[in-house]
């Protein structure tokens, strides 16, 4: 038998133990140990094993959770691949005309203008909520006072508690009008305004995971840094931002994946017709919104219903795959940080 | 030079901070200003009238409430056994632990409107009508959308928002609590319920509270597993439909016939949820600071 030791470096070491005549944790019976039977502690390990099976097996259904939410989800947008009764087939979300018409006599079911109008809010809310929060969090990690550091932290995890209705609501009421004058917009809903109400709801996550990577850094790595005669400012962007660099990235990836997901604010803001064009002033429909905003009316089995469940599927699929990429990322920051995950 | 290139930067960063503390006590500000305006006890207490142009939001807090516990009931006590689990008896090379570490996660990023589909595919569509084929056979109960469906749906949601915030509290439980128990000759299991999850309480309400915030919030969910426009009676079956603020507040902002009548309405119920949410939010983080405190004394 053998244990992890840490010793004075902080290095492993395994050493084996030393020999016992009977260990505490022995899983001989105390029948071959020579020793009377001892029910009552028999039954008791016995419990002992099936709670740990049972807890794990519920720790399972975490995992089952999430292949029960795609195939149940892709199940439903399965019949396309047959085609359902209405004709709606697996190819009708690719088909061309490059335009979504669910409801017409001639429905047309082409994904790619909500795709594109998905990809540009989400840009603009990434391009003005990616610098502010890294910013912020660089602020909050290297410069601000401890004192006022207990502060901002909190107030800015605040802004993650605002529910997305909230932040939505205010965007239609009272942000869409500013923007509209400030910038001289025809339409009063548009991707802008939609992109700026979608980076409240992505600089708080940004910002709690980026300086959560910030603070990681090893205090020693500024310490040499100054030590060595850099300011603080070379320090944070030339020593610890580049130490932190897999945590920032997690960062970016997993606001990306929540802003291309966030459904509430760019269904109350964006205006919601399926443009196709790359002019951000323009209204935009985008493929959360679309489920959202069409679902409740669909009827249940339908090409539109199955063809509104395949998007669903779609955004599963991107926002796992972002997930997981971010997740990486941040096992990444803290192997190299702390040497293990 | 050098030094001015260094404030420079400083400055930017905290600018960058400035402005977005300053949007979010604008919007705080701007909701608190306006929604305090027709603010009243009969306000949170009255039904909607007149095509909701009048009236109170009463309904909509009950159904919320309601949502919120059904919801708990399922969502902590799963959450707080996988996190048992995780700090406790997972070993961090096992396969089990690495898989269901990443489900969790991922769990944690799919969208919100991904879940009102899986409940409506899973729950309604599949669940609610086996038990409808097997139990009232010819009826349409539980194959349609209700509130039961809307808390199963907002559970599985809320499941990694328990899981992590009662796994972190559990880690922070010293060791010596646990070998002390161990050497007295309790089992893992006593040690678990008896020693380490007491000490961990305060984590389990965080999690809890954390998880009735974002339920209260979340609307893309609920929005076709269950809640309803308008109901005139309250629900009081695992079947009925129910109100919910969040869906709330998308009904006034978009469906009202008279958006300068209802302005005010909506500016009062979206304060009512923004004051829910922040106190739920203050609690959770008060404790939570509490707790760590407690943890590296």
Redesign the interface.
Known sequence: MTRKFRNSDGGLEVKPLPPTETPLNSRKSRNERGLAPNFLAEF??G??RI??VL??A??????A??F??FI??G??ALPLVWGTSDGATILSPFATPFTWQPVSTEPKYNVFPLILGTLKVTLIAMLLGT??????A???A???PPRLREW?K??????A??????????A???LATWVQDAFGLVYRLNAFTAGIALA?AI?PII?TISEDALTAVPRLYREASLALGA????T??RVVMPAAIPGIAAAII?GF??A?????IV??VSGNSSILSLDPGLPVRTM?AT??AE??EVV?GSGHYRI??FI?AL??LI??I???A??RFNRRLREKLFGS? | M??F??RT??V???S??V???S??FL?IG??AYHGTERLSWEFITSNPENGMTAGGIFPAIYGTVLLVLLMSLAAVP?GV??A???AE??S?ESR?YR??R?????????????????G???FI??IGKAIDQTFYPGRLLYAQPSILWAAMTMA?LT?PVV?ITVEETLRAVPREYREASLALGA???QTVFRVVLPQAWSGVMTGAILAI?RG?????PV??TGAAYFLPRYPSHPVDQFMHL??H??VL??QSTNVEAT?PL??ST?FV??VL??L???TA?LIRNRMRKWATR
């Open positions: 008791r390990n419990i002992d709670a740990e807890i794990s519920v720790a399972l259904l975490a995992i959770v999430i029960l939410i149940y989800v199940k439903e610098p502010l929060a890294l910013a912020a660089l602020y909050t290297e410069f601000a901002i909190p107030a800015i995890e605040l802004l508690g605002i529910p997305s209705v909230v932040l939505g609501s205010f239609l009421m009272v409240f600089i910002y300011s603080k400012a070379q944070a962007v997993l994946g929540r291309i997901g966030e459904t509430m269904l109350m959360s489920i959202a679902m409740a249940v509104l469940f669903g955004l599963f926002t796992a972002l997930n997981w971010g997740d995950a | 050098r030094k290139v260094d930067f400083v930017l960063s905290l960058a901070t402005i977005i503390l949007m979010l919007i701007n909701i799963f056994l996988v048992i689990y995780f008896y997972a961090a089990l898989w269901t990443m489900a969790v996660n991922n769990l944690a990023g799919v969208p919100s409107i991904v879940f009102g589909l899986f409506l595919g899973f569509q599949s599985v499941l899981i089992t893992r299991l915030s209260a919030g979340e609307v893309a929005l076709f969040g869906y507040i998308w902002t978009t302005k909506l500016y979206v949820l923004l949410t922040f739920l939010n203050i983080i």
